[in-house]
């Protein structure tokens, strides 16, 4: 395995902010807490760190009763031990997709992992814990998975499973039809443990949030990584002063994340979530439908849920005794994270690095201080087939990031007879002798007359590079493989014009290269690199 990293500022689409925030630039410093890097502050942190005792039993209490339930290995009850004792948490999290998600899921869990055995190796006792977001309502992100078939394209595997409109997927529970999806799943894989490990966890019976899981106690148990389920009506009510929080202040909430949005955009920021003046921080289940809760156009002692009013006693009572009716919404979410655990820094990507400096000012209202965030590892994986190709057509990774049109022009232009290459390679190297000596000629004529003769001379070698452009498409139409390869890579590397680990199912990895890969990947990360890495295997 051999790694390079690759400067997120190279890589299409990604915003100012997180640049910004990964090189700790002194306009982004107001809204977060501690810099990118881990250890410049977990001792600090673990220090100022109270976390109420009683809490502390209680949330052992919770997650050795859900870790049970799936099976984990030994090494996550004893994690569990240890947090009960006083250990502190790296806490991760995300949606319950379809046979574990995309590959940045595994990420995720492999960064807590490794930031934990950072601290505890610095004598800060830390353990890694994984937020199961159950509670998300959106079927439609987690009802799927893409596996590459043997052409490099993926193959977008379905569940048709269903539950109420808009529930919590946590609730959505598997028929015989996930039988289906598993069956075509392992068609794809070929035989493997990982495969094997599929079948196990997704079956009828089960939930999205439970198999998900299943799988991850199964792939992550030698790391013991503590699994927890957001859904758990026990956790609601330990939340329930948070949720009361959130009505009792909405007024004062919306104000500060209205202010904290202005301030965003005024330093040339962007908002992930919108905030308006009749936002709240919590949704609420009604008809099994999990509905946000809106403050009410005419007052502040009144809100709405699902179109019906509701008083601001009466919803305070309502959370009160009904606490697992009530769920945070992601500004809020990881807040109540942090109240429920004692967390020294949560990690994640690009998304959510944006949600923390929004929910900063929540994290200050509620709780007094404000978690760190930390950015997950992020990589693409080449395997050994587009290791060749890349090699054979003299690309770079980044060669990619124009779309399979474009990288399939650059494959037939690199293809190109080598004396037509020389041609345009002396051709482009004789214009810009000639063109120089003509603007030094000029401007002892005429200074006025360089400008001219500049954009003369880039006319020039836009219709040059248009011939060879010409030239590369006649090369691709004698060679049919060229067009084959180039989907092949971009189906590969960079599918559907989006970073690989946000589309390919991690299990696709792990199914090809064993689960002896997570270890492989732990050992890649690198704490100096904050940025992309391009991992060849």
Same mark, same amino acid.
């Given at each position: ?15 100012? !902010? ?38 502390? /039993? ?20 004893? &994690? ?18 379809? $046979? ?72 959505? #529970? ?14 794809? !894989?070929?035989?493997?443990? #990982? ?10 019976? /089960?939930? $999205? ?61 962007? *908002?992930?979530?919108?905030? =308006? ?32 009013? +509701? ?7 309502? +959370? ?11 500004? !809020? ?19 959510? #690095? ?10 200050? =209202? ?17 395997? *050994? ?28 232009? &690199? ?34 007359? #360089? ?29 049919? +493989? ?8 971009? &189906?590969?590397?960079?599918? &559907? ?41």
């Amino acid at each position: 395995m051999k790694s390079q990293c690759l400067p997120f500022s190279q890589i299409p689409h990604s915003t100012r !902010l997180f640049l910004d925030f990964l090189a700790g630039s002194p306009e982004v410093r107001q809204f977060y807490p501690r810099s990118a890097r881990f250890d410049s502050g977990f001792m600090e942190a673990a220090a100022g760190l109270r976390y109420d005792s009683a809490r502390r /039993e209680q949330m052992a209490a919770i997650l050795e009763r859900q870790n049970k339930n799936w099976n984990v290995s030994a090494r996550t009850l004893e &994690n569990i031990i240890r947090l009960r004792a006083g250990a502190f948490a790296v806490v991760t999290g995300q949606q319950v997709g379809l $046979f574990g998600g995309p590959m940045f899921a595994l990420f995720k869990a492999l960064t807590a992992v490794n930031l934990a055995d950072q601290a505890s190796s610095g004598g800060v006792d830390c353990v890694p814990i994984f937020w199961l977001a159950t509670e998300d309502h959106d079927l439609a992100e987690v009802n799927h998975a893409s596996i590459p078939g043997s052409d490099g394209a993926l193959q977008k595997l379905t569940t048709s499973s269903q539950g109420v409109p808009d529930s919590p997927v946590g609730r959505i #529970v598997f028929g015989t039809e996930i039988e289906a999806a598993v069956e075509a799943a392992q068609g794809l !894989l070929g035989e493997s443990e #990982v495969a094997d490990f599929l079948g196990q966890a997704y079956r009828p019976g /089960e939930t $999205f949030g439970s198999a998900f899981a299943r799988l991850f106690a199964k792939l992550f148990a030698e790391w013991g990584v503590i699994l927890l389920d957001a859904s758990d009506a026990d956790l609601h009510r330990i939340a329930g002063p948070l949720y009361r929080g959130a009505i009792e202040r909405a007024a004062e909430l919306d104000d500060v994340l209205l202010t904290r949005g202005r301030e965003l955009e005024s330093a040339g920021y962007h *908002q992930q979530v919108k905030v =308006t003046p009749s936002s709240t921080l919590l949704f609420a289940l009604h008809n099994g439908a999990r509905l946000p809760v809106h403050r009410h156009a005419n007052g502040s002692d009144k809100f709405v849920i699902g179109g019906e009013t +509701i008083s601001r006693a009466d919803l305070l009572k309502q +959370i009160e005794s009904e606490s697992q009716g009530f769920s945070p919404n992601v500004l !809020l979410r990881p807040v109540v994270q942090d109240y429920l655990l004692p967390t020294l820094a949560y990690t994640g990507g690009a998304a959510e #690095v944006a949600y923390f400096a929004q929910a900063g000012v929540v994290y200050e =209202t509620l709780l007094g201080r404000q978690t760190p965030i930390v950015p997950r590892f992020s990589a693409t994986i080449v395997q *050994q087939k587009a290791e060749t190709l890349l090699e054979r057509y003299r690309l770079n990774f980044v060669d990619l990031f124009h779309g399979p049109d474009t990288l399939c022009e650059l494959l037939g232009r &690199n293809m190109l007879p080598q004396d037509l290459q020389s041609a345009f390679d002396a051709t482009g190297t004789s214009l810009d002798k000639s063109l120089a000596s003509i603007r030094e000629a000029l401007a002892q004529l005429d200074v006025t007359l #360089v400008d001219s003769a500049k954009t003369a001379g880039e006319k020039m070698h836009y219709q040059l590079n248009q011939l060879r452009s010409r030239a590369a498409r006649a090369e691709l139409r004698q060679s049919e +493989i060229l067009d084959r390869h180039a989907k092949f890579l971009s &189906n590969t590397l960079y599918p &559907n014009k989006t970073l690989q680990e946000r589309e390919v199912a991690g299990i696709y990895f792990l199914a090809r290269h064993g689960t002896s890969l997570l270890h492989e990947l732990y050992e890649a990360i690198h704490t100096d690199c904050l940025d992309h890495q391009v991992i060849s295997l």
